[in-house]
């Protein structure tokens, strides 16, 4: 191929990509508007209220919207008021129920034994079933995260009931 050719090829080419980007940014949009069967151009009105209707939507105008507003925030406030005082009564029967439990749970001192070959999972289901914790899983996961699943003592300890995870583990592992 001559110098001669390829250039003629280029601006050939050049020519079609000129007239494609002219049809398809000043060309398709209008015929796009008109539809296929000659249809008049929607307009963004009716677009909208296609919108609304199939998403089952309502448009009102602002001063209706100010006004409904205003109302349902009155409303919230009259409501949050009655939910503050309702919270309020339910959190001070819940106090009142926490104490008595409290009251009951009494703390006590209880001599604690460790014995040799006890894993630290065998400790903190003995701790949990002597009531000194809450949880043996989580006692576990406590002793795993500072590093002393491995430092656990042998012995006889006085631990009370109701003691956090972090008492516990301090006393059996000094």
Same mark, same amino acid.
């Given at each position: 191929? &001559? ?5 003629? $090829? ?5 020519? =079609?990509?000129?007239? $494609? ?5 000043? $060309? =398709? ?18 677009? =909208?209220?296609?919108?609304? @209707?199939?998403?089952?939507?309502? =448009? ?23 939910? @503050? ?27 604690? &034994?460790? @014995? ?5 999972? @065998? ?30 003592? $042998? ?8 003691? &956090? ?10």
């Amino acid at each position: 191929m &001559s110098k001669q050719e390829a250039r003629g $090829l280029a601006t050939g080419m050049f020519i =079609a990509a000129l007239l $494609l980007t002219f049809y398809y940014f000043l $060309l =398709a949009p209008l015929t796009k508007a008109e539809g296929s069967d000659g249809e008049k151009e929607v307009n963004e009105k009716q677009i =909208a209220e296609q919108y609304l @209707e199939k998403n089952q939507l309502v =448009a009102v105008d602002k001063k209706e919207y100010e006004t409904s507003s205003k109302f349902a925030s009155e409303q919230k406030d009259e409501n949050k008021g009655i939910q @503050e005082a309702a919270a309020n009564k339910d959190k001070e029967e819940a106090d009142k129920k926490e104490a008595e439990k409290k009251a009951e749970e009494e703390v006590k001192p209880l001599n604690f &034994s460790i @014995e040799s070959g006890m894993a630290s999972s @065998e400790v903190a289901e003995a701790l949990q079933q002597a009531k000194i914790i809450q949880n043996a899983e989580e006692f576990i996961n406590v002793l795993e995260n500072k590093g002393l699943e491995n430092a656990v003592q $042998l012995g006889t300890f006085e631990l009370q009931t109701g003691m &956090s995870n972090v008492e516990v583990i301090e006393v059996i592992t000094r």
